[in-house]
């Protein structure tokens, strides 16, 4: 590792710290002007007017989205008056419509074969 | 603590003439320390409004009276780092953009009404100021704080909330940069 990547192994230049000194010195801090404390004041009350117009308009909002919910579970518990006009029946009801219909339609296909054999058995017993 | 914890706790409480007196006990500090910062001495008084106004909607968060100071740097230092941040997304700089300080020294300088030390100040404000212009807003902050400010490690764990020696390594890196920046420049002239 190159001593460079050792910070306590470190020396701070001086010519960088003489510098920053020197920097110190030069800049010598600012008198505040007269309007500092009035502008201040301006600007915090118009940050306030903002946070209060914000804050006015995000309670309107969840005041609004609460209704629209409340509303709506209404509606969705109101018997009868969410069934669709095209499923007039239940899912199972539909489900046992439709068994009964192919059972009726059932039907075994007829083997010759076996009914000549059915009747020779019926001749043998007799 | 240039005010008392009770003042502190009153403007907390919302009390305006409070938070007046911390404003007043505090400004000449701040304004110093964002004029070594940012360097540009016409903006220092909206940064350092910035910083107050910061402090007023933010003060009912402070738990403790005793870490007033450090938080108010660290305002400080973010009010700063953001306006650092926003300087360097418009670097073209155009005679409008130059700052009523300069605009007058360099009148004074071509008149010479300017005595010798304040033009050498000048030189040492603008070679500084061009030196940590070429490293990041971080480093140039952090450098600031710890060679110009003189804020001690400790103090400078407690405003960035970082390890001792993570902030050494910060320093040394930020240093090595700017000593490669200056390496680049001309000397400055002493």
């Known amino acids: 590792m190159p001593k460079d990547q050792f910070p306590e192994a470190y020396e701070p230049a001086p010519e960088l710290s003489e510098l920053f000194r020197q920097y110190h010195e030069a800049c010598e801090p600012p008198e505040a002007g007269a309007n500092f404390m009035p502008v201040l004041w301006e600007k915090i009350e118009a940050r306030q007017t903002v946070f209060t117009v914000f804050g006015r308009s995000s309670k309107a909002l969840v005041t609004c989205a609460l209704a629209a919910s409340l509303m709506m579970g209404i509606y969705v518990a109101m018997p009868g008056k969410h069934i669709n006009p095209f499923y007039t029946v239940s899912y199972v009801e539909a489900l046992a419509v439709d068994q009964a219909l192919q059972t009726a339609e059932y039907s075994e296909p007829v083997h010759a074969d076996s009914l000549v054999d059915a009747q020779d058995a019926e001749f043998e017993l007799l | ?190």
């Open chain 2, 1 to 190: 603590m240039l005010v008392e914890f009770d003042l502190i706790k009153r403007a907390q409480g919302g009390d305006s003439a409070a938070f007046n007196q911390i404003v007043l006990a505090y400004r000449k500090r701040i304004l110093g320390t964002i004029a070594r910062l940012i360097s540009r001495v016409e903006d220092v008084e909206d940064v350092a409004q910035e910083v107050f106004l910061r402090l007023f909607f933010s003060l009912d968060q402070l738990r403790s009276p005793e870490v007033f100071e450090t938080w108010l740097y660290r305002l400080t230092v973010n009010a700063a780092y953001d306006y650092l941040r926003k300087q360097r997304r418009r670097p073209e700089s155009r005679m409008s953009d130059l700052s009523e300080q300069q605009v007058m020294m360099a009148d004074a300088a071509a008149s010479g009404k300017f005595d010798a030390e304040e033009q050498r100040k000048r030189r040492v404000r603008e070679s500084v100021s061009s030196l940590l212009g070429a490293v990041s807003e971080e480093d140039r902050i952090l450098l600031t704080l710890k060679e110009v400010e003189g804020l001690s490690l400790k103090d400078l764990e407690k405003i960035y909330k970082v390890k001792e020696n993570a902030l050494k390594v910060r320093l040394f890196r930020a240093r090595h940069r700017v000593l490669r920046a200056l390496g680049s420049t001309s000397p400055v002239e002493r």
